[in-house]
């Protein structure tokens, strides 16, 4: 039965919780077996709560049998990503300045998904301060991947992606600046989605403003992607910016007719962005699955000239905003690509800000211009395969140096820049048996249609259902 309640998508967990055939103290048993079995030698979940898992777990089965209205995710356990504020439960940003820190709040998003149902039973990995797309720092270690656990899970949200394929919960809460929703989606073979600016409000800060990063969910299908931001979407009072999406239309059926859809794809984002030969061998296998659906897919790609100096300006003021003033305190006990992006944004001019603000208008101009002609922009998720975990990142792609560590993440950064919806959905494996994401990007405010569009490729393909072979993961 446990076997059986692992491999349950949030959806149907919900369900058969409402349904009384699954009680929630029972899915909380099989998910804390489920870390006591793999999560030695993952390192996906670095803090938990038990007796206040429980105490939830016990609430959630009394309503059940109350016949009280239930929420959507009623009873369903869940960590969440360490970078999320959760109230009376330590949350590090995975950093040693904050190794025993147990804030006070809970941030929206975590609010939202407490109000929806969750037992949340404790906090998935991170690298420090979410900087980069690979999960390590001193506090908890590295995060390896449920595939093959010499490799990387990716990051920032790489121990929520883990998490998702080890099969310890079936849905994450994650955040995505330059693909920390995408990239360990590739690695790990699950769903990220990194929606659309507003439909996830931008939570308060020192810059209200800020538009980059985007909170967003993670799932083993998009089915549960939906759910997620049915609970996860919709206008917040604090919030700048208005909601493109209500969050009522992700309840809409995902099923569609892809004919006449028409598809521009790269290789390289028309930029010369260097992709791993065995990653572009695995998704140029996946493109006819489109056609064989009735989609026409054709070579194009967004003129993205303007991207990376947008992505580039803005990432680093948004550091120099968020982390400058601890770095400028404790700047020793703070990890050296931090602080680069600290540095990098302390440097930036008038000129600078000018120059990145003219950028994004052209840049937002030629993806009009764009997606007048082309319904979905497909792209590869991740420049290469899930890399040796020791490694702090990738220094080269096929013999291509990168000149600093964010190069190997251009993938997902220069569709960050655009600030458009991107989901990553599975895509298929390598011949060492590695997992591959497929990008797939839309206009801003088709959330639900770029759903569809995977839902319509995860269910022609179905990868998303190939597990790692946990058999031999324990210690």
Known sequence: MSDQIIELSASALALAIRRREISANEALDVHLAQIDRVNPRINAIVTQDREAARHLAVAADARTLSGDDLPPLHGVPM????????????????????????PDHDDLIIDRLKAAGVVTTGKSNVPEF?????????????????????????????????????????????????????????????????PSLGVIPVQPSLNAWSWLSRSGPLAREVTDIALAMSVLAGPDADSPYPNPVPA???????????????????????????????????????????????????????????????????????????YGDLVARHGDKIKPEVRWNVERGLALNGADVVSA????????????????????????????????AALRYPTEIDGRPFDNYLEWMRSACVVSATGLPALCVPAGFSESGLPVGLQLVMDHGQDVELLRVGYCFEQATRYAWQAPDLRNTGS
């Open 357 to 388: 603000a003219l950028a994004r208008t052209r840049l937002a101009q030629k993806t009009r211009i764009f997606f007048a002609r082309y319904d979905v922009f497909a792209s590869p998720a991740a420049q290469l395969l899930p890399f040796d």
């Open 130 to 194: 979410a900087a980069g797309s690979h999960t390590f720092n001193e506090v908890f270690g590295t995060t390896t991947n449920p595939y093959d656990p010499s490799v990387s899970a990716g990051g920032s949200s790489g121990g929520a992606a883990a998490a998702l394929a080890a099969r310890i919960q079936s849905i994450s809460d994650g955040s995505d600046m330059g693909g920390s929703l995408r990239i360990p989606a590739s690695f790990c073979n699950v769903v990220g989605f990194r």
């Open 248 to 322: 009522r239309r992700f309840l809409e059926p995902l099923q569609r007719d892809l004919t006449g859809l028409v598809i521009g794809w790269s290789d390289d984002f028309g930029l010369g962005i260097p992709v791993q030969k065995e990653v572009l061998r695995v998704l140029h296998q996946q493109l006819q699955v489109f056609e064989d659906l009735g989609a026409t897919v054709e070579q194009a790609a967004p003129d993205l000239r303007d991207a990376d100096e947008v992505f580039s300006t803005v990432r680093a003021f948004d550091f120099a905003l968020s």
């Open 79 to 102: 960590t969440h990503k360490d970078t999320h504020s959760t109230a009376g439960l330590r949350t590090t940003f995975g950093s040693p300045l904050f190794a025993d820190h147990v």
